[in-house]
């Protein structure tokens, strides 16, 4: 349920979150809790209070940053170990270090646990559910560490469950934020290239039209500036100096970068030049994703495309 909208029948796989119902009288078919029929009317009540609601299901693609990648600080603080920091070990290593449960497009669980993540969650399914009830489990957050425009292409959106045809439309926050630039490799070499994000993109795109509800919606977010994470973070203290405060950000990114398992050498470096080139990469895949977006006709899905907003925030 991390991930996605918990599915109320393992056999019957006729009945799961966001569905258009069949007849829910008896049971429960889009596993949203509304089943039965009403004495006086007759009518389900799922007919009664979800027809012509215009539900909509809550879907994210994209990168660690859709999946809420959080990697908990008392892991790396001495001032912070203990048994306890360690409790839920298993749970966050099979999750891969992230939180969808928290993530801006699909969390849904406000949870606290002593020194690893806390703070109050706020989604866009959770605002969806606020105005329709009958949206309730409807969620699925497909979000992979590292993904770029080839993963989401080959990959990703392909991991997606909606039928076009029995299921309700999808509101789709759709993001690549970062790893087409982003790579543990000096230079631009192993970024993505304008014509590879153009391509790729456009074929993500056409696969999505393919395959879901008319009516969906897509918001696409384009690379931000992270540029950010130098000039906002490079003399503060990073978790692993906490006890004699004498290690900072930047001397922890150099660190990361001479063993080569930075992941992210143009951004998390000192060097001021590298990371002015990698915003300029990252300019001209904005540029390429603009244009897709100007260009394609998509049948079945509504797009948006959001400028970049890291440095806004």
């Known amino acids: 349920a991390s991930w996605r909208g918990k599915d109320c029948d393992d056999i019957d796989s006729r009945r799961y979150p966001g569905r258009r119902t069949i007849d ?18 007759g009518r389900t009540y799922e007919e009664m209070w979800c027809n012509g609601t215009g539900q909509y299901g809550t879907l994210l693609l994209g990168d660690s940053v859709g999946a809420h990648f959080h990697l908990p600080p008392a892991w790396l603080n001495v001032t912070l170990l203990d048994r306890a920091v360690f409790d839920h070990l298993v749970f966050i290593v099979g999750n891969e270090l992230d939180w969808p449960q928290h993530s801006a497009t699909t969390g849904h669980l406000n949870i606290s646990l002593l020194d690893v993540i806390d703070g109050p969650v706020d989604s866009i399914y959770l605002r969806l559910f606020e105005r329709n009830r009958c949206n ?40 690549l934020v970062g790893n087409d630039v982003c790579n543990g490799h000096p230079g631009t070499e192993h970024m993505t290239t304008p014509e590879e994000f153009y391509a790729e993109n456009k074929e993500a795109f056409e696969y999505l039209d393919l395959h879901l509800p008319a009516g969906s919606k897509m918001v696409i977010y384009g690379i931000v500036d992270g540029r950010v994470l130098f000039d906002s973070m490079h003399d503060r203290i990073y978790p692993i100096g906490a006890l004699r405060n004498d290690v900072t950000y930047a001397q922890f990114y150099t660190y990361l970068n001479c063993l080569g398992i930075s992941p992210c050498f143009g951004w998390m470096n000192v060097n001021e030049t590298m990371r002015n080139v990698t915003w300029e990469r990252a300019i001209e895949l904005n540029e390429a994703l603009r244009k897709l977006i100007g260009n394609i006709t998509l049948r079945n899905i509504e797009i948006a495309y959001v400028e970049e907003i890291g440095r806004a925030v």
């Open 24 to 41: 829910d009288a008896i049971a429960d078919t889009n596993c949203n809790g509304i089943y039965g029929r009403d004495p006086e009317t």
């Open 136 to 175: 309730h489990r409807d969620y699925q957050n497909i979000g992979v560490n590292g993904a770029r425009a080839s993963a989401m292409a080959d990959d990703i959106v392909k991991a997606v469950a909606r039928n076009p045809n029995s299921d309700h439309p999808l509101f789709v926050t759709y993001e």
